[in-house]
T-cell receptor
Framework: DGGITQSPKYLFRKEGQNVTLSCEQN?????MYWYRQDPGQGLRLIYY???????QKGDIAEGYSVSREKKESFPLTVTSAQKNPTAFYLC??????????????FGEGSRLTVL | AQSVAQPEDQVNVAEGNPLTVKCTYS??????LFWYVQYPNRGLQFLLK??????LVKGSYGFEAEFNKSQTSFHLKKPSALVSDSALYFC???????????????FGKGTRLSVIA
């Protein structure tokens, strides 16, 4: 089945460690996005990529890094510089056909907890 | 800059009654408006969107939304609520400019809907 796969679903990290969240899609979508969700704050955009080998910072990019070496993959690294990384992370994608109308397809999310 | 406001953190409604979840927006260009639903520990699911045309948009699971340009609102509605509609609902907006292209989707803070049997 086509869709977006995020892994791991749950992740625990010690302070000072970098972690990488995986996001893979087989929808042949051009654009991919990472959002962070915190209770009462909705979804905030971390990074997005509209084409391979190119990406842009969102509203809260500090302490995060991404790469887009393949169309199917958009991994997010949460670095030790991110001061409050405990959150629910959502990956999404959209096709060029629907990009202008904004319909996003979401993965099931990854919950990161810093111990 | 574009923004979305969902003025209610929580909406409670009895099963079988009509429900409304409110959303207002602010954009400088033409608004593309969306509603998504999220169940616990899951990703977001698309419900419906307004791009152009009829102000009343119908979507999945019996939901509809009414676009009101003068009030800059896009409220989500359903004539008869079900217990299974209980979830977190997000309104989102994209500000589209013909010459400069699209901008990323901006989400509201979400409204938790609780339908009581």
């Amino acid at each position: 089945d086509g869709g977006i796969t995020q892994s791991p679903k749950y992740l625990f990290r010690k302070e000072g460690q970098n972690v990488t969240l995986s996001c893979e899609q087989n929808l042949n979508h051009d654009a991919m996005y990472w959002y962070r969700q915190d209770p009462g704050q909705g979804l905030r955009l971390i990074y997005y990529s509209q084409i391979v080998n190119d990406f842009q910072k969102g509203d809260i990019a500090e302490g995060y890094s991404v790469s887009r070496e393949k169309k199917e993959s958009f991994p997010l690294t949460v670095t030790s510089a991110q001061k409050n990384p405990t959150a629910f992370y959502l990956c999404a994608s959209s096709s060029r056909r629907t990009e202008n109308t904004g319909e996003l397809f979401f993965g099931e999310g990854s919950r990161l907890t810093v111990l | 800059a574009q923004s979305v406001a969902q003025p209610e953190d929580q909406v409670n409604v009895a099963e079988g009654n009509p429900l409304t979840v409110k959303c207002t927006y602010s954009v400088s260009g033409n608004p593309y408006l969306f509603w998504y639903v999220q169940y616990p520990n899951r990703g977001l699911q698309f419900l419906l969107k307004y791009i152009t045309g009829d102000n009343l948009v119908k979507g999945s699971y019996g939901f509809e939304a009414e676009f009101n340009k003068s009030q800059t609102s896009f409220h989500l509605k359903k004539p008869s609520a079900l217990v299974s509609d209980s979830a977190l609902y997000f309104c989102a907006v994209r500000d589209y400019h013909f010459y400069s292209g699209n901008t990323p989707l901006v989400f509201g803070k979400g409204t938790r809907l609780s339908v009581i049997a």
